[in-house]
């Protein structure tokens, strides 16, 4: 049977021209293949690819798969004869039970549904002010820099006590190492830059603490050390996927006239429009696992030590699961999307990202009822399949005055 298996030896870089919003053309037809595929690792390494729903699904629940950092292959680069070293201190991602729990538990609380929806108001005024600002310019605009990076980038900065006049560096140092385009010598300068600017801002947290959540974790018995890779995790996912998401959601919006019309009649609609914009969308593109053990999976045996790729953006595409899932379908009862993953992993902030676009949608193309793309839909720069998010450069757009 395993002779019959599709067989990947590696990731798309690029998507079909004129189809910016679908999984690459060759993950989908793994996908038409069978859930499950071969995939060979740079140096020859056997592992697995996961596209349908339902696997991905499991393997995301299942303790037997691994998040461990030092038990990982990459996808594209061949590191033989290199030793991975687990994740730094603090940087739960990359970790299994118990110190993925020791990170997580204590900041769960901070990230309820409730507690993000208390923030909703200060979310609309963020957002007005950053509409303000857009129309006083008047057009057109990149709506990357003048809407969609900093209303998330606010947000999550007020939440860990980041003084905002520091973003605009910290928030470029992030962009090199999640952009998929960075030399390793400039990789390195953005790491260490972020790595000191952290350091500093826990010791003053600790020895001044103010009303957010890191000065909170500081009165508890994590070290600073863990504190640093904490909050590295926390603003690297809360300035980068949401961002991407408001950026490249309007963009599948305005190339959508049909639901962009219906969004705007209809505000109620908006909890669905971000529900199908994140299946559709699946910015974070794939999550992988190291089996523990050997492990039936779909019929194939997953050997221990054997890496598995798990595609959020196939699954999330997947016929057996979603009717017609390349349509994007703001009406959609899109329920049981993997956007923001699974099982214990599952995103920590998915209730403020929602709260950020709930808001940010509709506000955005009520304000600005003519909206449109500045350039030809195909000029618009996209991010490379290299970046860890996937998203645009760049979003020119202009209104009439």
Known sequence: ???????????????????????????????????ISHYTFPGGKPGWLVTGHDLVRSVLSDSRFSSRKELML??????????????????????????HGRYRKPLASKFTARRMRLLTERVEQITADHLDAMEKAGPPTDLVTAFARPIPAIMICELLGVPYQDRGAF????????SGETSDEDLMVA??????????????????????????????????????????????????????????????????????????????LADQAVEELL?????????????????????????????VIASYHTANHDPERFADPHAFDIHRRVGGHLAFGHGAHHCLGAQLARVEM????????????????AVPAD???????????YGVKSLPVTWDV
């Not at 928030?171 to 999640?178: D, G, H, K, L, P």
């Open 1 to 35: 049977m395993s002779e019959a298996l599709h067989t990947m030896t590696t990731l798309p870089t690029a998507r079909q021209r004129g189809c910016p919003f679908d999984p690459p053309a060759e993950l989908i037809e793994a996908r038409r293949h069978g859930p």
């Open 74 to 99: 990459h996808p594209t680069i061949d590191y033989s004869g290199f030793e991975i070293p687990p994740a730094p201190p603090g940087e739960f991602l990359l970790m299994d039970e118990p110190q």
């Open 171 to 178: 928030q470029e140092n992030v962009e090199s190492f999640m």
């Open 191 to 268: 790491v260490t830059a972020t790595y000191d600017y952290l350091t500093e801002l826990v010791a003053t947290k600790r020895a001044n603490p103010t009303d957010d959540v890191l000065s909170e974790l500081t009165d508890t018995d994590l070290t600073d050390e863990e504190l640093r890779g904490m909050a590295l995790i926390l603003l690297a996912a809360g300035l980068d996927t949401t961002a991407n998401m408001l950026a490249l959601g309007t963009f599948a919006l305005l190339r959508h006239p049909d639901q962009l019309a219906a969004l705007r009649a209809d505000p109620a």
């Open 279 to 307: 299946r559709y969308l699946s910015v974070a593109k794939t999550s992988m696992r190291t089996a523990l053990e050997d492990v039936e999976l779909a019929g194939q045996t997953i050997k221990a030590g054997q890496v």
């Open 358 to 373: 709930r808001v940010a949608f509709p506000a955005l193309v009520n304000r600005f009822p003519t909206l449109r793309l």
């Open 379 to 389: 000029e618009v720069a996209l991010r490379p399949e290299t970046a860890d998010i």
